[in-house]
């Protein structure tokens, strides 16, 4: 006989503010909370909705409530209350001495779920400067201390590792933490120099999180990204290299997924992650169209896209998941998004019309040339090859004649080595 491990029990409370009507209706934003407590592995004992005039400096909510849930969570046997708001350490401390349980707040909980899918050393990085960011300001009283965490949710990361750090080594490691994020930006700001100066162009994925853009990924490039019904399955950022017709080729990337409310402390620990949707040429806004709420998401996405000053960036709508779904109800979603794509990545659906409508856009600022290539400078021909898309080559006795649609950035090299550059038009 085997005695299975038990599972923690939650209380979720969400707390709305009268005079601040939520964007979602309550029972979606509490369906949404209950799902991200839930890929933390841990059971949900019970759902408390409080509505209130305005917020506690102390409590957050009021004493009577706070006493209220005290009572409740001794009953259900919570080991822990889980806010889907963001408490200042005053208020997390003061509360949690009333309902003798764990408390943690949206914030904790988003960075439990990151601390489990970060594997790279960068996304490591990032998740422990957010943490960092974090417990610092609760170092401080008798409410939730470092020497006090144990085992399950909200305590993953860097809290298990320096129990008895004081305040001083903390931010010693921030800084370090700040100055390496701040190395992994300059490379990956090389890089990007260095395929402008290439004419690679490149675009990246953006999605509310689930909505599948590492099942895409994997499906335009062949890659081995991980891929899971879980929330916040990619944090690392992944880049892949799609070769089109003829050599024209991109960079695509895959970026950690958006949610509604997402805390800022998050958004600027992702910094390094989040610029390589600031330096895209275009973004692939994934949605899932199975969710009956996806307009809803595709405002949240937005909101975050507005937060990163990123609004005005050129975007390719993709409902995903179209398997998903009935033919009458695809069809009407079309008619409200005729610009957009409709694709099932995990079936292959449409992904070639995808790519003609990305190779579309690649392409408004390339034109085609008809080239003459002496022999002598046959290097420029290679050159053509890994730069440019090549449609069709001819040789007579005296040179080759290139037909290709070249980008703008490349003719200056082109107009120095070759004599004659004619541009043609089909």
């Given at each position: 006989m085997y005695e299975t491990q038990k599972k923690e029990q939650a209380l979720l409370v969400l707390?709305?503010?009268?005079?601040?009507?939520?964007?979602?209706?309550?029972?979606?934003?509490?369906?949404?909370?209950?799902?991200?407590?839930?890929?933390?592995?841990?059971?949900?004992?019970?759902?408390e909705v409080v509505k209130r005039k305005e917020i506690s400096a102390g409590l957050y909510i009021g004493k009577g409530k706070a006493q209220e849930l005290a009572q409740m969570a001794k009953e259900l046997d919570a080991d822990v209350v889980i806010f889907d708001n963001n408490l200042t350490s005053t208020q997390q401390r003061n509360l949690e001495d009333i309902l003798g349980a764990k408390t943690i707040d949206r914030t904790q909980l988003i960075l439990d779920i990151f601390s489990s899918n970060a594997h790279t050393k960068e996304g490591e990085l990032q998740v422990e400067l957010a943490q960092l960011d974090y417990f610092l300001p609760r170092l401080k009283g008798k409410g939730i201390t470092l020497s006090r965490l144990g085992g399950?949710?909200?305590?993953?990361?860097?809290?298990?590792?320096?129990?008895?750090?004081?305040?001083?080594?903390?931010?010693?490691?921030?800084?370090?933490?700040?100055?390496?994020?701040?190395?992994?930006?300059?490379?990956?700001?090389?890089?990007?120099?260095?395929?402008?100066?290439?004419?690679?162009?490149?675009?990246?994925?953006?999605?509310?999180?689930?909505?599948?853009?590492?099942?895409?990924?994997?499906?335009?490039?062949?890659?081995?990204?991980?891929?899971?019904?879980?929330?916040?399955?990619?944090?690392d950022p992944i880049s892949r290299i799609i070769v089109l017709s003829n050599h024209l080729k991109f960079i695509i990337s895959d970026t950690v997924g958006f949610i509604y409310k997402l805390p800022p402390d998050l958004i600027e620990a992702f910094k390094a992650t989040l610029e390589e949707l600031r330096y895209a040429d275009i973004l692939l806004h994934i949605i899932d169209i199975s969710n009956k709420n996806y307009k809803r998401l595709i405002?949240?996405?937005?909101?975050?896209?507005?937060?990163?000053?990123?609004?005005?960036?050129?975007?390719?709508?993709?409902?995903?998941?179209?398997?998903?779904?009935?033919?009458?109800?695809?069809?009407?979603?079309?008619?409200?998004?005729?610009?957009?794509?409709?694709?099932?990545?995990?079936?292959?659906?449409?992904?070639?019309?995808?790519?003609?409508?990305?190779?579309?856009?690649f392409t408004l600022d390339s034109r085609q040339f008809l080239l003459k290539i002496p022999f002598n400078a046959m290097d420029v021909l290679d050159y053509l090859y890994k730069k440019t898309e090549v449609f069709k080559v001819e040789y007579t006795v005296q040179e080759a004649k290139v037909w290709a649609r070249i980008k703008c950035i490349h003719m200056p090299y082109l107009e120095k080595r070759l004599k004659y550059i004619k541009e043609i038009w089909y």
């Open positions: 707390v709305f503010l009268d005079k601040e009507p939520g964007v979602w209706p309550v029972e979606e934003q509490a369906r949404e909370f209950e799902n991200l407590v839930l890929s933390t592995g841990i059971e949900v004992a019970h759902i399950g949710i909200g305590t993953r990361g860097p809290g298990e590792k320096k129990l008895e750090v004081d305040r001083r080594r903390i931010g010693d490691r921030i800084v370090k933490l700040k100055k390496d994020l701040k190395d992994v930006r300059g490379h990956r700001d090389t890089q990007r120099k260095k395929r402008h100066k290439e004419g690679i162009s490149a675009c990246s994925l953006v999605g509310y999180t689930n909505a599948g853009k590492s099942t895409l990924l994997n499906a335009l490039t062949d890659a081995n990204q991980k891929t899971s019904n879980s929330l916040f399955t990619t944090l405002l949240a996405v937005d909101s975050v896209l507005k937060e990163l000053n990123l609004g005005d960036k050129p975007v390719i709508m993709i409902f995903n998941k179209i398997d998903r779904i009935a033919p009458v109800e695809l069809d009407r979603v079309k008619l409200q998004y005729p610009e957009a794509e409709f694709i099932s990545a995990l079936k292959g659906v449409n992904l070639d019309i995808l790519k003609e409508k990305i190779q579309h856009f």
